[in-house]
């Protein structure tokens, strides 16, 4: 019971009026927040075959998930129940008390999302990729919640930009919080929530899994009017997450400072001078961020990386690559042409960094993330509410080409990055991650989802991480496997 339902029935009692039990609970619901709450009546029925099953769903769709929306059309959530659970059935061990909220986004790029749908129309076909995902969630008996959420390129009827960082986690959590806060209403199991994402979704993704309940965000959940819930979760599925973006520049240049062709959104070249120097100054600063770290592999050992680049954090990158291919080979792909990799009798023994770096090629110029044009998505997710973009390193800062550079706030900077919570005593960090980062993404550096495992590891959490052969920067493309670890984390 909180101070305020104390106070309101001790001045009942002095006024001498007795409440029946019925009446206490009324005014504990008021206490909370009414127009949060789940109306269980409020649904369409839908229904679609997938893979030869009938599934059958209750829709809860562009439910406001906040008290104080800023943007109406973004921040709501579409809930999608399975039939059954509303006639006592279960689907795949699942039942109504049971079932997992499966909590995918579709933020890409940074930018705004709509949530996922369970029927999607020709018109809404950039959803439609995802939509498989939600259809094969609820095949599953995985209860669907995706919240949409704003982006970089959000701005309110003034024309004043409402959607820069860190406004799609702070969104995402809200999220979180109406379905936790709703969790005795609604279907489902609010403490067995996974969210999934790929990308900018992925970082997102990551971030929530990272920074539950940390006061950071409570000033922005209280400003939306985010319902009276916490908003740690269960698990995360990332896919090829971009995230520690103030550390990624450095990162991707230790990759790929050899590389010095590239290859981005449609603009291909050869790094200029400048660009090569570039390169050169960021890929020495990336060992000593490295080493500050602390990670250590499973044997305890430390890992670390001398001036040049080299040492066992850089063996684990190659091993990973190596069981990467090898996954390939085991399941009769033949690798033997690349030159870059040395195969005997089947067994991957080792990969050449280097030529496998030929092998992928570099997408960005250097730096990767924070652009001294201040031109990147990145730099435009860290702008305010009247500057569009913004630095978010120094380095980027000190040598900007801009005539009147700036840069983001600190708190702003580290809101968005998982690595700064993981580790902090004020965040609920989830238990348990899936992290995929295609073997042949160049989004961004091998080292930044490598380095987000370790620590999570390091801190005793369970992290399943793999560089899936050949896949570039994409997602939920193995989801016999991501529901397969989903299905056990649950039961
Ligand atoms: C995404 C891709 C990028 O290369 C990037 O820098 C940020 C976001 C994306 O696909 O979401």
Redesign the pocket.
């Known amino acids: 019971m909180n101070r305020t339902i104390l106070i309101t029935l001790l001045i009942l009692m002095l006024l001498n009026v007795s409440l029946s039990f019925s009446e206490v609970s009324k005014i504990q619901f008021s206490s909370n927040d009414n127009s949060l709450k789940f109306v269980s009546s409020k649904y369409v029925s839908q229904s679609q075959t997938y893979q030869g099953k009938l599934i059958k769903v209750r829709a809860y769709e562009k439910i406001i998930y906040v008290k104080h929306p800023v943007d109406s059309n973004k921040q709501v959530i579409n809930i999608y129940i399975p039939e059954e659970y509303f006639v006592g059935e279960s689907i795949n061990g699942f039942n109504t008390n049971t079932a997992p909220i499966f909590f995918p986004n579709h933020?890409?790029?940074?930018m705004s999302a709509d949530p996922a749908k369970f029927m999607v129309t020709e018109q809404s076909t950039p959803n439609s990729m995802n939509n498989r995902t939600v259809l094969y969630a609820l095949s599953k008996g995985y209860i669907v919640a995706s919240a949409g959420a704003r982006g970089r390129l959000t701005k309110d009827l003034d024309g004043h930009n409402i959607g820069k960082a860190p406004a799609a986690i702070v969104d995402l959590k809200a999220a979180i919080r109406y379905l936790k806060f709703n969790d005795q209403i609604m279907p489902g199991d609010a403490n067995k929530i996974i969210s999934n994402g790929?990308?900018?979704?992925g970082a997102i993704s990551s971030l929530l899994g990272a920074s539950g309940n940390h006061p950071d965000f409570g000033p922005y959940l209280t400003a939306l009017g985010a319902a009276n819930a916490s908003d740690d979760i269960f698990a995360v599925s990332a896919y090829c997450p971009?995230i520690n973006l103030e550390n990624a520049d450095m990162a991707y240049e230790w990759q790929l400072s050899n590389i010095h062709t590239f290859d981005f959104r449609g603009k291909k070249g050869d790094l200029n001078n400048e660009e090569l120097g570039v390169s050169q100054d960021l890929k020495k600063m990336f060992p000593p961020y490295l080493n500050q770290l602390s990670l250590k592999n499973v044997n305890g050992d430390l890992l670390t990386l001398d001036s040049n680049g080299n040492g066992n954090f850089k063996e684990i990158v190659k091993a990973f690559i190596v069981k990467s291919a090898q996954k390939a080979v085991d399941s009769g792909s033949d690798l033997t042409h690349y030159s870059f990799l040395n195969i005997v009798h089947n067994k991957v023994m080792f990969v050449d960094f280097d030529g496998y770096m030929q092998y992928i090629g570099r997408?960005?110029t250097p730096p990767a993330?924070d652009a001294l044009t201040s031109s990147?998505?990145?730099n435009n997710l860290f702008g305010n509410e009247t500057v569009n973009s913004r630095h978010f390193t120094n380095y980027s800062f000190t040598h900007s080409k801009e005539i009147n550079p700036q840069i983001a706030d600190k708190l702003q900077i580290n809101m968005m990055n998982p690595m700064h919570y993981i580790g902090n005593s004020n965040a609920k960090v989830a238990k348990n991650w899936r992290i995929r980062h295609g073997a042949k993404d160049r989004?961004?550096g091998f080292a930044i989802p490598l380095m987000l495992s370790m620590l999570l590891q390091n801190k005793g959490y369970t992290v399943d991480f793999a560089m899936p052969w050949d896949k570039p920067?994409s997602g939920d493309y193995d989801l016999d496997e991501l529901f397969h670890w989903m299905d056990n984390l649950c039961k």
């Open positions: 933020i890409g790029g940074y790929t990308s900018a979704g971009i997408m960005k993330f990147s998505f990145e989004d961004t920067h």
